[in-house]
C-alpha cells in the first residue's frame, strides 16, 4: 500500500478542498475559477515572456542548487546551446561520466539557458538532470517524406514493450523516446522550469499521412525502474506520449506543465504510468492532443501475459485539457489490472470528456477499487464515462471471450457548468459495471436534454440527492445510509451516443 507523506500547498494548494464542504459552491468560487482558468490559458504566452521581464528589470537568474555531491555543466562537455549544433555527445559524455559515480551518489548534469540540440540519450542511476530557466533541451526533427533512414540514424529503434506484443502502432520494433533510461535507481529530472521539446510537428504529419512504417516513442520514457522524480519542468510537443514510466516503482510527478497542440497531435498523451506501482502525480497543468493522463497495464493477450498491474496510484491537484479526448482515463490498454487509484482536485475545462475508463471484451485485467472525488468539469462534453465498447485490438490472436473486470468505482463531490452528458456508464449484457457509487454530485448542463444520466448495464447506489437524477439502475439511499429506492433493474439501457 502506498503510504502519501505531507507536503505543502503546491502551486495549486489553494485548489485542496477543505473536509464537508461542497467544491465551487457559490458562484462567486465559480466566477473567480474562471478567471483563473483564462489566465492558465495563455500560459505558454507568459512562460515566454516572463524571463524576459525579469532580465530587463535586472533580476539574475537563480543559479541551480547542488543536488548532488557532484556537478556538471553540459558546457564542460563540449555542448553548445544555439538551437543548431548537435549536442548528443556531450550529453553522452556527460552521462558516461555520471554513471561511474554510482558508489559516490552519482552526479547533476545542468543544463544553462540556450536550446540544446540533440538525438536521444539514455539517463543513467543516481543521476540528476537540472534544467535552468529559459534552457530547451530541443530534439532533432523527425525527416519529411519517406526518409526513413534518416529517422533510424537519429532516433534509434527499440523492441517492442512485452505488454504491446509486435507494437503499438506498427508490428516489429519502435523509435526511442527522446530522453530513455531504463533499469535505473534514483533519477531526478527537474529544474527552474526549463523545457524538454520534442518537436514533434514532423511526426504528426507523418502519422497522419500514414508515412511513418514505426510506432512513434515518448518524449520521455524511463523502463523497469525505481524512484523516479519528475518536477518544475515543462515538457512539449512530444511525437507521441509525452512522459511513459513502464514497469517502474516510486514514480513522483510534481509542478509539471505539460503541452501540446489540443488539435492535430494526435496520441500526445500527457502522463501515461504503465504497470506501475505507487505513483504520485500532484500539482501539474497538463493541456494535450489526448487523454492528459492514462493509466495503463498492456494490451490484451500481451498484458494479460506479462501481468503487471498498475496499482497505488495518487493524482491531485490538476488543471488539464483535452479537447479530443479525457481529462483521465484508466485504460483502454488495463489488461495487466488497475487497482487502488485515488483521483482528487482536478479541474477539467474545454475538453471532451472528463473521467473515463475504456475496455472492451478481449481486454481481459480489471478495473478496481477506484475514487474520484472533488472533480469540477468546465464546458466538457461527457463529464464521466465507463466504456466497455473500445475496440481498438492488436492485429490478431486476441481472444474476444476474455472480458475484463470493473467494480468499486465511486464519484463523490462532483461540480460542473456547460456539460452536454454528466454521466455515461456503458456495460454489457457480457461485462456488467459493479458496485459504482454516486455522492454529492451537482452538474449544470448546458441545455436539458432527455438523456442526462445514461446507463447500461450497471450495478450501484446513489447517496442523497444529485443532479443530474440517477438512472433506474442505482439504487438510492438518503444521507442515513436507508435505503429509499430499490433499482428497477441493472440492465436498463438508456445510452444516446450523440455525444
Given at each position: 500500500?502506498?503510504?502519501?507523506?505531507?507536503?505543502?500547498?503546491?502551486?495549486?494548494?489553494?485548489?485542496?478542498?477543505?473536509?464537508?464542504?461542497?467544491?465551487?459552491?457559490?458562484?462567486?468560487?465559480?466566477?473567480?475559477?474562471?478567471?483563473?482558468?483564462?489566465?492558465?490559458?495563455s500560459i505558454s504566452v507568459w512562460q515566454g515572456t516572463i524571463s524576459e521581464f525579469l532580465v530587463s528589470e535586472g533580476v539574475p537568474a537563480r543559479p541551480p542548487p547542488k543536488l548532488r555531491s557532484v556537478v556538471f555543466c553540459l558546457t564542460e562537455f563540449g555542448?553548445?546551446?544555439?538551437?543548431?549544433?548537435?549536442?548528443?555527445?556531450?550529453?553522452?559524455?556527460?552521462?558516461?561520466?555520471?554513471?561511474?559515480?554510482?558508489?559516490?551518489?552519482?552526479?547533476?548534469?545542468?543544463?544553462?539557458?540556450?536550446?540544446?540540440l540533440t538525438a536521444p540519450f539514455n539517463l543513467t542511476s543516481h543521476m540528476t538532470l537540472f534544467l535552468a530557466r529559459d534552457?530547451?533541451?530541443?530534439?532533432?526533427?523527425?525527416?519529411?517524406?519517406?526518409?526513413?533512414?534518416?529517422?533510424?540514424?537519429y532516433w534509434p529503434l527499440m523492441p517492442a514493450l512485452p505488454s504491446y506484443g509486435d507494437g503499438r502502432e506498427?508490428?516489429?520494433?519502435?523509435?526511442?523516446?527522446?530522453?530513455?533510461?531504463?533499469?535505473?535507481?534514483?533519477?531526478?529530472?527537474?529544474?527552474?522550469?526549463?523545457?524538454?521539446?520534442?518537436?514533434?510537428?514532423?511526426?504528426?504529419?507523418?502519422?497522419?499521412?500514414?508515412?511513418?512504417?514505426?510506432?512513434?516513442?515518448?518524449?520521455?520514457?524511463?523502463?523497469?525502474?525505481?524512484?523516479?522524480?519528475?518536477?518544475n519542468i515543462?515538457?512539449?510537443?512530444?511525437?507521441?506520449?509525452?512522459?511513459?514510466?513502464?514497469?517502474?516503482?516510486?514514480?513522483?510527478?510534481?509542478?509539471?506543465?505539460?503541452?501540446?497542440?489540443?488539435?492535430?497531435?494526435?496520441?500526445?498523451?500527457?502522463?501515461?504510468?504503465?504497470?506501475?506501482?505507487?505513483?504520485?502525480?500532484e500539482d501539474c497543468y497538463i493541456s494535450v492532443g489526448d487523454d492528459a493522463i492514462a493509466i495503463k497495464s498492456g494490451w490484451n493477450q500481451y498484458g494479460i501475459a506479462y501481468g503487471k498491474p498498475s496499482r497505488n496510484i495518487v493524482i491531485r491537484n490538476l488543471v488539464v485539457r483535452s479537447?479530443?479526448?479525457?481529462?483521465?482515463?484508466?485504460?483502454?490498454?488495463?489488461?495487466g489490472g488497475v487497482h487502488n487509484v485515488l483521483v482528487e482536485n482536478i479541474l477539467v475545462w474545454e475538453s471532451r470528456r472528463g473521467m473515463r475508463i475504456k475496455t472492451a471484451p478481449g481486454r481481459g485485467g480489471y478495473v478496481s477499487q477506484i475514487?474520484?472525488?472533488?472533480?469540477?468539469?468546465?464546458?466538457?462534453?461527457?463529464?464521466?464515462?465507463?466504456?466497455?465498447?473500445?475496440?481498438?485490438?492488436p492485429l490478431d490472436g486476441?481472444?474476444?471471450?476474455?472480458?475484463?473486470?470493473?467494480?468499486?468505482?465511486?464519484f463523490t463531490s462532483v461540480r460542473g457548468q456547460g456539460v452536454l452528458v454528466p454521466v455515461r456508464i456503458q456495460g454489457t449484457e457480457q461485462i456488467l459495471v459493479r458496485n459504482v457509487t454516486f455522492k454529492d454530485m451537482k452538474v449544470g448542463i448546458t441545455y436539458k436534454k432527455h438523456h442526462l444520466f445514461q446507463c447500461a448495464f450497471v450495478q450501484g447506489q446513489v447517496i442523497g440527492t444529485i443532479f443530474p437524477a440517477p438512472c433506474e439502475n442505482f439504487d438510492q439511499y438518503n444521507e442515513q445510509g436507508q435505503l429509499v429506492k430499490c433499482a428497477a433493474s441493472q440492465n436498463v439501457t438508456d445510452i444516446d451516443n450523440d455525444y
Open positions: 500500500m502506498m503510504v502519501e507523506k505531507n507536503s505543502g500547498p503546491g502551486i495549486l494548494g489553494w485548489f485542496q478542498f477543505q473536509p464537508k464542504t461542497a467544491p465551487f459552491a457559490s458562484h462567486r468560487t465559480l466566477f473567480a475559477l474562471f478567471l483563473w482558468v483564462v489566465a492558465l490559458a555542448g553548445v546551446g544555439d538551437g543548431v549544433t548537435l549536442n548528443t555527445e556531450a550529453f553522452e559524455r556527460a552521462v558516461g561520466a555520471i554513471s561511474i559515480l554510482e558508489n559516490k551518489g552519482g552526479g547533476q548534469l545542468n543544463v544553462p539557458p540556450g536550446r540544446w534552457s530547451v533541451i530541443l530534439a532533432i526533427q523527425a525527416s519529411f517524406s519517406f526518409l526513413f533512414f534518416l529517422d533510424e540514424k506498427h508490428p516489429g520494433p519502435r523509435y526511442s523516446s527522446l530522453i530513455h533510461g531504463q533499469n535505473l535507481i534514483d533519477v531526478v529530472i527537474t529544474g527552474h522550469n526549463g523545457t524538454i521539446n520534442g518537436q514533434g510537428q514532423t511526426w504528426w504529419t507523418k502519422f497522419r499521412q500514414k508515412l511513418l512504417n514505426h510506432t512513434r516513442g515518448p518524449l520521455v520514457q524511463i523502463l523497469w525502474s525505481s524512484n523516479i522524480v519528475i518536477s515543462t515538457l512539449r510537443d512530444s511525437p507521441f506520449w509525452t512522459l511513459h514510466p513502464y514497469d517502474c516503482q516510486n514514480v513522483t510527478v510534481k509542478n509539471v506543465t505539460i503541452l501540446a497542440p489540443v488539435d492535430n497531435a494526435p496520441n500526445t498523451d500527457g502522463i501515461d504510468p504503465d504497470s506501475c506501482e505507487d505513483v504520485l502525480i479537447n479530443c479526448s479525457s481529462g483521465i482515463s484508466i485504460g483502454s490498454e488495463m489488461s475514487t474520484f472525488r472533488n472533480l469540477m468539469f468546465i464546458n466538457v462534453r461527457v463529464g464521466i464515462v465507463i466504456a466497455t465498447d473500445y475496440n481498438q485490438h486476441y481472444d474476444p471471450t476474455v472480458l475484463p473486470i470493473l467494480r468499486d468505482i465511486s
